[in-house]
């Protein structure tokens, strides 16, 4: 079941928004669109964060960006 915060406690409109606009979009979209997102983002808050391709049968071996 998706609980939500109550509008009136501490959230304003905006983050009650956002917050539900989140839980839609990861419940509606593919792994990749996910990753492509999650990229997007990380580019932008960590200036060395590398992407990293999947190969073969093993993937990326759940790493995500230059730490791996």
């Known amino acids: 079941m998706l609980m ?6 501490k959230y ?6 956002h917050n539900l606009w989140w839980r839609v979009f990861c419940a509606e979209c593919t792994s990749t669109e996910f990753q ?3 990229e997007m983002i ?8 590398t992407k990293v391709k ?11 960006g230059g730490g791996c």
């Open 12 to 17: 304003s409109i905006t983050l009650y928004h």
């Open 54 to 64: 999947p190969w073969g049968k093993v993937g990326d071996q759940k790493c995500d």
């Open 36 to 38: 492509r997102y999650f």
């Open 42 to 49: 990380a580019e932008q808050v960590w200036p060395g964060f």
């Open 4 to 9: 939500l915060p109550d509008v009136n406690e």
